[in-house]
């Protein structure tokens, strides 16, 4: 499956974002979706995760109440819902997929998307 992540910005503490995660390529459905993040000398980090039908999430104690993860399969489209967000936000967000049941670890997901830079300014 390829995936394209998109909707990174400059944004402004407080402010919301909204990235989606694009998939092409194999059943979109079979698989479970990852965000994760990297900041600028940083390494990946967790960020949310969905598992195949929709039904479970995870989510990092950092951006946990404040982000939210979705996906929309008839449009082959996974969603990092971001609210209030803090200058720590700011990272290149990818997202990820793997078969069926989430994960916080990178290493359990064999496609990734390239990254969308999400800059929060105070």
């Known amino acids: 499956v390829q995936l394209q992540a998109s909707g990174g910005g400059l944004v402004q503490a407080g402010d919301s974002l909204r990235l989606s995660c694009a998939a092409s390529?194999?059943?979109?459905?079979?698989?479970?979706v990852g965000w994760f993040r990297q900041a600028p000398g940083g390494e990946r980090e967790f960020v949310a995760s969905?598992?195949?039908?929709?039904?479970?999430?995870i989510y990092a104690d950092s951006v946990r109440g404040r982000f939210t993860v979705s996906r929309y399969d008839a449009k082959n489209t996974a969603y990092l819902q971001m609210n209030s967000l803090k200058l720590e936000d700011t990272a290149v967000y990818y997202c990820?997929?793997?078969?069926?049941?989430?994960?916080?670890?990178?290493?359990?997901?064999?496609?990734w998307g390239q990254g969308t830079q999400v800059t929060v300014s105070s």
């Open positions: 990820a997929a793997r078969v069926r049941f989430p994960s916080n670890r990178p290493s359990e997901y064999s496609y």
């Open positions: 390529g194999r059943t979109f459905s079979s698989y479970a």
């Open positions: 969905i598992d195949w039908l929709g039904g479970t999430t």
